[in-house]
């Protein structure tokens, strides 16, 4: 399911590749660089905008992989009118099929408001070979 797109190991990176344009191959011992846009937010709900605000940045940047992370309390706004679960899955319908997309649950899981420079060293400590680039 859309669910388990939350990757913790560098084999599970070929595995979630597979078939796709930009597949990520080891070599000599080493992974090839991941261009990751970070795309957050309440996503209350998410709409059209966000999906061609990511499509966008990633052919501009040409980035590998765009990530949705619907964040748990957002520091700048009120709570949010939708549930966590109800917002993710929604997030979850709207990515689709699109092969580039991811949805991670990091934020919803971790509880409490949700700051970027937290979301960032969770995912720096988890995927340190990777180039991260945020879209607003």
Known sequence: GASDRSYDHPVQRIARTQGNRTAVKRQAEEWTVLKIGIMGGTFDPIHIGH?????????????????????????????AGFSSDERLRMVELAIGEQPAFRTLDIELRRGGVSYSADTMETLTGQYPDDDFHFIS
């Open 51 to 79: 999906l061609v605000a990511a499509e966008t940045v990633r052919e501009a940047l040409d980035l590998d992989e765009v990530w949705f992370m619907p964040s748990h309390i957002p520091p700048h706004k009120a709570e």
